[in-house]
């Protein structure tokens, strides 16, 4: 494992695979007595398979060059959307977090390469859970540059988790293309490890799960959270990024920015609670 704080992005060659979808159209003529109930039955099954199915990986434009991919897990038996990033420069696709669904690491890849003819050079999770690191070791095998915290390599490799190539031990810069963006630990708040990434000339805060979507009605999963310390790591962020125009949230919808001051008041309110 790399630890040095100074990174070369070099960028790489994807294996130019791509998943392949083919419709095959079956038609038969049906000539014995039953082939009415027959053909009746292949149709019901057709329009039965015929509804759409759920979407597996949705990429939105968030501004410029930023956009933002959802992809799907399962949580207590919800199928729950969780947001990633990713920044298209003259170098190469930045991408912050990987898809919580094993089978969208490489559609991700392809879409990002088709839709902006640009490799993926770096990605960077913003703590150890597996809707954050579940991707890290596909991507290192495809080339791919990836990065997380010491403190989340710590805790990935406590948990058996995924883990990256490159650890950075304190809040870093890096500069790839035209862009410039910061890596921030505020403390505690989802988990032990959680940083946001910060774009200060674009005015883009990427929350990662730290940061509630402004419709949630709770701070979810807090099994490896601090709730004593969430509040304070949500202030810090504010001030930090007081100048926030895009705030992009780990789960729900991203698109209300008064996402960071509802997670303070969400956690203050479960602190109240909770005493």
């Known amino acids: 494992m790399n630890q040095s704080n100074n990174y070369t992005i070099i960028k790489t060659r994807q294996s130019g695979n791509r998943l392949q979808y083919g419709v095959t159209k079956l038609t038969a003529a049906f000539r014995q007595p039953y082939s009415g109930i027959i053909a009746v039955c292949l149709l019901l099954s057709a329009t039965v398979f015929a509804q759409p199915l759920p979407q597996a990986l949705k990429i939105t434009r968030l501004t410029d060059n930023f956009y933002v991919y959802t992809s799907y897990g399962s949580y207590h038996g919800q199928r729950i959307p969780a947001n990633g990033m990713y920044v298209v420069t003259g170098k190469g696709a930045l991408l912050f977090d990987t898809p919580w669904d094993s089978t969208q690491f490489m559609p991700l890849l392809d879409s990002i390469r088709s839709r902006h003819h640009?490799?993926?050079?770096?990605c960077i999770a913003t703590h150890f859970h597996e809707d954050r690191t579940g991707g890290l070791a596909f991507y290192r095998r495809h080339g791919i540059p990836t990065f997380t915290s010491r403190l989340t390599d710590s805790m990935s490799r406590e948990r058996h988790m995924n883990r990256a190539e490159h650890m950075f031990s304190k809040d870093s810069s890096f500069q790839i293309g035209q862009y410039r963006f910061e890596t921030y630990y505020p403390g505690p708040g989802h988990a032990p490890d959680n940083i946001v990434i910060w774009f200060p000339q674009q005015q883009v805060l990427y929350g990662g799960c730290l940061v509630k979507s402004a419709h949630d009605t709770d701070l979810g999963n807090l099994s490896?959270?601090?709730?004593?310390?969430?509040?304070?790591?949500?202030?810090?962020?504010?001030?930090?990024?007081?100048?926030?125009?895009?705030?992009?949230?780990?789960?729900?919808?991203w698109s209300d920015t008064n996402s960071l001051a509802h997670t303070y008041q969400l956690a203050e309110d479960t602190m109240r609670k909770n005493r």
């Open 118 to 122: 640009q490799p993926v050079v770096m």
């Open 224 to 253: 490896d959270g601090s709730l004593l310390h969430y509040a304070a790591a949500i202030k810090n962020v504010a001030v930090k990024c007081s100048t926030a125009k895009f705030i992009v949230t780990g789960h729900g919808d």
